[in-house]
Nanobody, 121 residues
Framework: QVQLVESGGGLVQAGGSLRLSCAAS????????MGWYRQAPGKQRELVATIRSGGSTNYADSVKGRFTISRDNAKNTVYLEMNSLKPEDTGVYYC???????????????WGQGTQVTVSS
C-alpha cells in the first residue's frame, strides 16, 4: 500500500511563511500528479496547488503569487512553500498523490492525514 505523511503545519501570524512537506512511501511504481488541498471549518475541501511529474503546476487563484509547489521525484516528496499568509489560509492541508503501485495497472488517488495551518490576524 501507499502512505502519505505530511509535516510542517503550525501557527503563524499574518504575513508570515510556512513550508509543508509530504512524503509518499510504500509499493510505489510511479507517481503522476501530486498536490495540496485544504479544508477550512465549515467549508468543503478545495484545491490549493498541483504539480505533475514533469513539473507543470496549477494553482488556485487565491494563492497565486504567494504559494509555490515543488516536488522531488527521487524522494517521492511534494512541498508547498506558503508566503504572505492570510487568516483566510487557515485550515487543514491535505496532501494528495496519484499513484501506480508496483504490479498495478491503474493509478489511484491517495490522501495524507492532514496538517493544521492556522494564520492569526
Amino acid at each position: 500500500q501507499v502512505q502519505l505523511v505530511e509535516s510542517g503545519g503550525g501557527l503563524v501570524q499574518a504575513g508570515g511563511s510556512l513550508r509543508l512537506s509530504c512524503a509518499a512511501s510504500g509499493s510505489i511504481f510511479s507517481i503522476n500528479a501530486m498536490g495540496w488541498y485544504r479544508q477550512a471549518p465549515g467549508k468543503q475541501r478545495e484545491l490549493v496547488a498541483t504539480i505533475r511529474s514533469g513539473g507543470s503546476t496549477n494553482y488556485a487563484d487565491s494563492v497565486k503569487g504567494r504559494f509555490t509547489i515543488s516536488r522531488d521525484n527521487a524522494k517521492n516528496t511534494v512541498y508547498l512553500e506558503m508566503n504572505s499568509l492570510k487568516p483566510e489560509d487557515t485550515g487543514v492541508y491535505y496532501c494528495n498523490a496519484n499513484v501506480r503501485v508496483v504490479g498495478g495497472i491503474y493509478n489511484y488517488s491517495y490522501w495524507g492525514q492532514g496538517t493544521q495551518v492556522t494564520v492569526s490576524s
